[in-house]
């Protein structure tokens, strides 16, 4: 996908998630490029062109073309779901109590019914409610 970004945030490699964009984005004439990404989803920078536009709202005032694609995302599966390659819908888990894996068992960038894929195994993760959970990174 291509869209547009600030200079000083074009860089090959870099992920972020997209927040949507200004008000004053609506009359802009590229905002169907700048802002043609989903709210909320995370993605990574494949390719930056040389192209730049003029844009009061960023940074040196002006925003650089690229490439994006749907950033990788590192969350908990159980333990029985985990296999590299296999498919998955994605559904955050109904926890009690808050602990240290909550940032990796409710990600930002996926939703519950994502369909994804397991790209990466990490290690099982230790759960207060008992729950068998795997650290996975998934596509989507």
């Known amino acids: ?5 600030g200079t000083s945030l074009a860089k090959k490699g870099l992920v972020f998630i997209f927040y949507g964009g200004s008000s004053k984005c609506e009359s802009c004439r590229f905002n169907r490029t700048c802002l043609n990404l989903e ?3 995370k ?3 494949t390719n930056v062109k040389k192209v730049t536009h003029k844009c009061p ?3 040196n005032g002006r925003v ?3 490439e994006v694609e749907p950033a990788t ?3 908990a599966v159980e333990t029985k779901k985990a296999y590299k390659g296999s498919t998955i819908i994605f559904r955050n888990p109904t926890c009690v109590c808050e602990c240290e894996n909550h940032d ?3 990600p930002e960038g996926l939703y519950n019914d994502d369909k994804c894929q397991i790209e990466e195994i990490g290690p099982e993760l230790v759960c ?3 729950r068998n959970l795997t650290e996975v990174i998934l596509s989507h």
């Open 104 to 106: 990796i068992c409710y």
């Open 43 to 45: 993605y990574i920078i």
């Open 39 to 41: 709210k909320g989803r």
């Open 64 to 66: 650089q073309t690229v």
């Open 1 to 5: 996908m291509i869209t547009l970004i």
């Open 73 to 75: 995302i590192r969350t």
């Open 128 to 130: 207060k409610n008992g």
């Open 57 to 59: 709202l960023h940074k």
